[in-house]
């Protein structure tokens, strides 16, 4: 899928390393890659951590815009939600997808990692 910023598919996952390989019966998340809409990845993560909203004024002067900008890779987002399908508490990435946001993206690609126990 074409989009304005580069986005890393194969982003360092090293939390979630173990749950690469499927066939692993012990590995503590199913992975799974989306497209979602910049706007619907913030509200996930704007629910579950409100503070982060104060990040929003200057984020022109974040290294993440400024990459975005110059076609830097980005890694890709990880939203984590635990074995009941509840987003967990901490949520990273923020700045990435609010750029996204504010960059018009459509659509961009976000890990989702579902524990399993």
Excluded: C
């Amino acid at each position: 899928m074409k989009t304005k910023i580069n986005w890393d598919l194969n982003t360092d996952l090293t939390e979630f390393e173990d749950s690469k390989d499927k066939t692993d019966a012990y590995r503590h998340h199913d992975m799974v890659l989306r497209w979602m809409k910049p706007a619907t990845v913030v509200a996930i993560q704007l629910t579950r951590q409100p503070d982060l909203k104060y990040k929003d004024q200057h984020l022109e002067e974040e290294d993440v815009w400024k990459g975005a900008h110059k076609g830097d890779w980005l890694p890709t987002i990880v939203l984590e939600y635990d074995k009941h399908g509840q987003i967990t508490p901490w949520q990273e990435g923020y700045r990435r997808s609010l750029t996204a946001l504010r960059m018009g993206e459509r659509v961009m690609p976000v890990w989702i990692a579902t524990k399993r126990f």
